[in-house]
Nanobody, 125 residues
């Protein structure tokens, strides 16, 4: 079992930056692929980014590619999401997720069973 706690959300102007952190408890953190998902008002939760257990591979949704960077520090049991060039369309609650499922021929990145409580990101125009 792993517990996740996000932090770092807030209000920022368009073009600005934020860095989200997700602190994990439990000894199995380093064995999990980790991911970030987000949910905007009235929309379904969507995949944002994922990182392999070692940190050697990263994956992004097309909508954030080139602007967001996911990273992890297994010694600190923490995964990060650096968000640059933020747009109003990035406004959402951002959720950390553990043990993300890789895409298949018919599905995209899917969430694992472990979620954080979410952190609000609001980008003003």
């Amino acid at each position: 079992q792993v517990q996740l706690v996000e932090s770092g959300g807030g209000l920022v102007q368009a073009g600005g930056s934020l860095r989200l952190s997700c602190a994990a408890s439990g000894r199995t953190f380093s064995s999990y692929a980790m991911g970030w998902f987000r949910q905007a008002p009235g929309k379904e939760r969507e995949f944002v980014a994922a990182i392999s257990w070692s940190g050697g591979s990263t994956y992004y949704a097309d909508s954030v590619k080139g602007r967001f960077t996911i990273s992890r520090d297994n010694a600190k049991n923490t995964v990060y999401l650096q968000m640059n060039s933020l747009k109003p369309g990035d406004t959402a609650v951002y959720y950390c997720n553990a043990d993300v499922a890789r895409p298949t021929e018919t599905t995209g990145w899917g969430p694992g069973p472990h979620w954080g409580q979410g952190t609000q990101v609001t980008v003003s125009s």
